[in-house]
């Protein structure tokens, strides 16, 4: 659970809940950005990009997508991971080295990530997940309720890019855009701008998305 744990968060105390309803035998543990361990990811089977940005060290959140990139270690995105995710794969599979996200650089000229139509803290939105995609196949193609806290998202300018590189986008909402994108060809590699964890702290079951990275990641069934 790569991030920056901050209890003062709703998001955070929800992730807390979810991880609480994992499997025995499945740990999930906090990585601050700025120890020495978010650069040191052998002892971990996957990554959890976490919410809460500006993280301390954005170069370490970087370089760990970048990591589950090369290696094919798993990797689930959510909020400010998803966001992250993007700058990471636009800089290295779409050629956008200047890619930048507005919140980091207001200034910047090649925004991939960009304020969304309006902002999304604390609301829900209906999100619907394309057919044929990973996250279809996990979250079905209903649309459902999903939880926001952000205000930023992937600029239309750059969805046609990302997708000519090997991006599949996965899902949408009203306006939020792109909600969820995904890597074909590689072991796990989902990012949503939903939450998935929030209904952890009202008694929820684990939601089908962290059931399903925890099962790549571990190689473990979980029942939800």
């Known amino acids: 659970m790569l991030g920056d744990r901050n209890l003062e968060y709703v998001t955070h105390r929800a992730l807390e809940a979810a991880a ?29 990009m976490l919410p809460g940005t500006p993280y ?20 689930l995105a959510t909020c400010g991971g998803f966001q992250y995710a993007l700058l990471a794969l636009a800089r290295r599979l779409a050629g956008i080295e200047d890619a930048a996200h507005a919140e980091l650089d207001p200034d910047a000229t090649t925004p991939v990530v960009a304020p969304l139509a309006c902002s999304l803290i604390g609301e829900e939105r209906e ?27 992937l600029a239309d300018a750059f969805v046609e890019r990302l997708e000519d590189a090997g991006v599949v986008i996965s899902a949408h909402a009203p306006d939020a855009g792109v909600e969820g994108i995904e890597l074909r060809d590689h072991p796990f590699f989902v990012a ?26 571990g190689h473990v069934r979980v029942d939800g």
């Open 56 to 75: 301390r060290d954005d170069d370490a959140a970087l370089a760990a997508i970048d990591r589950a990139l090369e290696t094919g270690m798993p990797l």
């Open 127 to 153: 999100v619907t997940c394309v057919p044929g995609t990973r996250l279809a196949a996990i979250c079905g193609t209903e649309p459902f309720a999903g939880f926001h806290y952000c205000g930023y998202g």
């Open 20 to 48: 609480a309803q994992l499997p025995p035998g499945v740990e999930a543990r906090w990585v601050g950005t700025d120890t020495p361990q978010a650069r040191a990811l052998d002892a971990f089977d996957g990554i959890w």
């Open 192 to 217: 949503t701008l939903f939450q998935p964890q929030i209904g952890a702290l009202t008694g929820a079951p684990l939601h089908p998305l962290i059931a399903a990275f925890v099962e790549e990641a």
